[in-house]
């Protein structure tokens, strides 16, 4: 059973176009993380959902929105996409933060 | 700069050789992480080491943690072609986030 599950794991579109990903984990972690990773391997965070309760929520354009139906669910809606969005997405979970990340195998995202 | 950066930022090595990754971060940490990313994969979490620890062993892996000079290192020992990944040092400093540095690309040669 895939822990952390993401989909799709490759999307191309075009400019402006607008594209969701999803996330569902099945290990009964109560937060869940988006992290941006770009051409050089860095890893940023996006977004935390606790219980489905936005916690963090970094320096992101407002093109992306994360929604989280429940705990176990959390999406990332991105609109307008612009080529510099082109990047690995991933999603993640943890039981507590302090004990450390399951990580969904990542969608990557190529915006032409 | 990023919280945590490794250092270097690729190794190139032979099999059986060990491989020795450093992670040097900037703020006051509760714990600090390792993970492996294999190519077009998420990545999987190796070990932890509490700010008040100093060593900690996992099989072939080895971390040790300098907080008086902010600093962490990843010892591979008799490394396998399988070891090839890239390797990222992350830092909790409390709350719910975790700051991830740039990683280590390490290639072992069979």
């Known amino acids: 059973d895939t822990a952390v599950s993401q989909t799709p794991k490759y999307l191309v579109t075009q400019m402006g176009n607008d594209k969701s990903i999803k996330c569902e984990q099945n290990l009964g972690h109560d937060t869940m993380y988006w992290y941006k990773q770009d051409s050089k391997k860095f890893l940023k965070i996006m977004f935390s959902y606790n219980n489905k309760e936005l916690i963090i929520n970094e320096t992101v354009p407002n093109r992306f929105s994360p929604k989280s139906p429940d705990k176990a669910h959390l999406n990332l809606h991105i609109n307008s996409l612009e080529l510099g969005d082109s990047a690995v997405y991933f999603c993640?979970?943890?039981?507590?933060?302090?004990?450390?990340?399951?990580f969904g195998s990542g969608t990557r995202l190529t915006v032409v | 700069s990023q919280q945590g950066e490794e250092d270097p930022q690729a190794l190139s090595i032979q099999e059986g050789e060990n491989a020795t990754m450093n992670c040097s971060y900037k703020?006051?940490?509760?714990?600090l992480q390792w993970y492996r990313q294999n190519s077009g994969r998420g990545l999987v979490h190796l070990i932890l080491i509490r700010s008040n620890e100093r060593e900690k062993h996992s099989g072939r892996l080895r971390v040790t943690l300098d907080t008086s000079k902010k600093s962490s290192s990843l010892l591979i020992t008799a490394s396998r072609a399988a070891d090839t990944a890239s390797y990222f040092c992350a830092s909790y400093t409390g709350g719910f986030k975790t700051i991830f540095g740039a990683g280590t690309r390490l290639f072992v040669k069979a």
């Open positions: 993640a979970s943890s039981q507590e933060s302090s004990f450390g990340y399951t």
């Open positions: 703020t006051s940490i509760n714990n």
